[in-house]
């Protein structure tokens, strides 16, 4: 497993933009999954984004299709979802995840089952 810590999040209006990032350290980064979820109080956990380690694919979840975009630096071992025209109800803690996929064509980018690492979570708070 990888170790994964997230940062950028914070206190934004609506309308505003924030980039958050998941730094992934503990072994090498190649051929990783990385996705994005987020959870709001008394809901269950979310899928939002995800990513392959070619960069060939890029998975969204409809309820951010064209506000965030996902995108990743294999030589900084980082993943990072730029989202933008935040509203209120994308107020939540937002995780990353990982998982190793040996290039699997059946890997499920947005099951969180699929995953076995995942970070802390950063607190996103979108004011109205």
């Known amino acids: 497993q990888v170790q994964l810590v997230e940062s950028g999040g914070g206190l934004v209006q609506a309308g505003g933009s924030l980039r958050l990032s998941c730094a992934a350290s503990?072994?090498?980064?190649?051929?990783?999954?990385m996705g994005w979820f987020r959870q709001a109080p008394g809901k269950e956990r979310e899928f939002l984004a995800a990513?392959?380690?070619?960069?060939?694919?890029?998975d969204y979840a409809d309820s951010v299709k064209g506000r965030f975009t996902i995108s990743r630096d294999n030589a900084k071992n980082t993943v990072y979802p730029q989202m933008n025209s935040l509203k209120t109800e994308d107020t939540a803690v937002y995780s990353c995840a990982a998982r190793a996929t040996n290039y699997d064509p059946n890997f499920v980018y947005a099951r969180t089952q699929s995953y076995e690492s995942w970070g802390q979570g950063t607190q996103v708070t979108v004011s109205s």
């Open positions: 990513i392959n380690w070619l960069r060939s694919r890029m």
């Open positions: 503990g072994r090498t980064f190649s051929n990783y999954a």
